[in-house]
C-alpha cells in the first residue's frame, strides 16, 4: 500500500508533485490557514507530512495521529515543533538548512539598511507628493552603514554570512554575541569579535538579531536591553517574534531611544503590535527573510527530498539529507 502524505501549506506545485509519483498526497492549493484541530482531522491516516512554520506540531497532535512518522517542515528554524515529543514517538522531524542561508542573510542586510537609510518612510514621502512641496537638503537624514558597527546577537550560519557581508562588504566593525563564542579561525573568516551581551548593546550601531527562539532567547532584547542601546542605533529582527518584546521596542522607538527597526518576524504573527504599525521609522516586512524565487524553490526541493526519503521511498530511502533527530532513524521501529 503507498503510503500517505499531507502537504499543510501551497508552494510550488512542480516540486510538491514529485511527492504523487511515491505517495497518495493531499494538500491545500488554496493555502487556508487551519487550525490546530482541523490539522489534526486532515492528518488522520497520514504517514508523513510537508509542514511550515505557521502549524503546530506538538504532544497531543502527535498522540491524535499515531500513524505520523515524519514532519518535514520547510524552514531552518522549527520552533513550531516540539522535537522532545517527536522523537519520544520515534517520528522523525527535518528542518531546511544551508539553502536559505545567503539569502537570508542579504534580506537582513536590506532590511537593516532600509531601516538605517529610511527608505521605506523616504517611499511614503516621495508617494505622498511632499517633496514637490517640502523637499530639503536635511530631509529625512540617516545613519551610515559603512564604517560603523555592525553587532550581531546569534552567530550561526546566517549570522556569520551577514559579518561577512559587513566586515568584508561595507568596511564594518563586526561584534556579536554567542551562546558560545566561535573558533578563532572562524571569527577571522567573519572579521567579527566575540563580546559580552551588555557590550554588544551598548557598542552597535545597527544591531541584527538571528538567534533561534526558543524558552532561553524568549525577550532576550527587552526594555532593558534596549535601553542600552546608542538614541542613534537601529535595530534589526530576522529570527522569530518573541526573541524581541515588540511592546518594549514601539515603546522605545517612540521615544527615541533608538533611531529605528527593521522588522521581518513578529510575536503572534501574523497580528502585529498596533504601536509597532504607529511608527514611522520601522520598516515592516512579512517574515520574507528566505524569500528569493530560487531559495524558496531549493528549501521545497529539500522538503520533498526529506519526506520521501524518511518514508523509504526514492534513492536516498532511509536516509533524509537534513533531520533534526537523527536518533529517531536509528532507533528500530
Ligand atoms: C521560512 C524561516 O520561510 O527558515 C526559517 O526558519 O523563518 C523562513 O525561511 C518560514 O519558516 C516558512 O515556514
Not at 516540486?15 to 493555502?31: K, M
Request: glycine share 10%.
Amino acid at each position: 500500500m503507498r503510503a500517505s502524505v499531507l502537504v499543510t501549506r501551497a508552494s510550488f506545485p512542480d516540486i510538491v508533485d514529485r511527492l504523487r509519483t511515491h505517495f497518495d498526497v493531499s494538500d491545500n492549493p488554496s493555502d487556508t490557514l487551519w487550525t490546530q484541530d482541523e490539522l489534526i482531522e486532515r492528518l488522520q491516516g497520514k504517514d508523513g507530512a510537508m509542514t511550515a512554520g505557521s502549524d503546530r506540531i506538538d504532544a497531543r497532535l502527535l498522540d491524535a495521529c499515531p500513524q505520523l512518522k515524519a514532519v518535514c517542515n520547510i524552514g531552518v528554524g522549527y520552533n513550531n515543533v516540539d522535537v522532545a515529543a517527536c522523537t519520544e514517538r520515534g517520528v522523525l522531524l527535518t528542518n531546511t538548512p544551508d539553502v536559505l542561508t545567503d539569502t537570508t542573510a542579504d534580506f537582513g542586510f536590506a532590511l537593516m539598511m532600509a531601516a538605517a537609510r529610511r527608505i521605506t518612510e523616504s517611499e511614503r514621502y516621495v508617494r505622498d507628493g511632499k517633496w514637490i512641496t517640502t523637499g530639503r537638503f536635511d530631509m529625512l537624514l540617516g545613519a551610515d552603514i559603512h564604517g560603523a558597527t555592525l553587532g550581531i546577537l546569534g552567530m550561526g550560519r546566517i549570522g556569520q554570512s551577514i559579518a561577512k557581508r559587513g566586515a568584508h562588504g561595507f568596511g564594518m566593525k563586526v561584534i556579536y554575541h554567542n551562546r558560545t563564542p566561535l573558533a578563532p579561525e572562524v571569527e577571522a573568516q567573519c572579521g567579527a569579535r566575540y563580546v559580552e551581551k551588555s557590550a554588544l548593546m551598548r557598542e552597535s550601531d545597527h544591531l541584527i538579531v538571528v538567534v533561534p527562539y526558543s524558552a532561553s532567547s524568549h525577550h532576550a532584547i527587552g526594555a532593558a536591553e534596549l535601553r542600552q542601546m546608542k538614541s542613534s542605533a537601529t535595530l534589526t529582527n530576522i529570527a522569530r517574534g518573541g526573541v524581541v518584546d515588540d511592546a518594549a521596542l514601539a515603546a522605545v522607538l517612540k521615544e527615541g531611544g533608538i533611531a529605528a527597526a527593521g522588522l521581518d518576524v513578529f510575536e503572534g504573527e501574523p497580528r502585529i503590535h498596533p504601536e509597532l504599525l504607529a511608527c514611522s521609522n520601522v520598516v515592516l516586512t512579512p517574515h520574507i527573510g528566505s524569500a528569493s524565487v530560487a531559495t524558496r524553490r531549493a528549501m521545497a526541493r529539500l522538503t520533498v527530498d526529506n519526506l520521501v526519503a524518511a518514508l523509504g521511498a526514492g534513492p536516498d530511502a532511509g536516509r533524509p539529507p537534513t533531520p533534526v533527530n537523527p536518533e529517531v532513524l536509528r532507533t528500530p521501529a
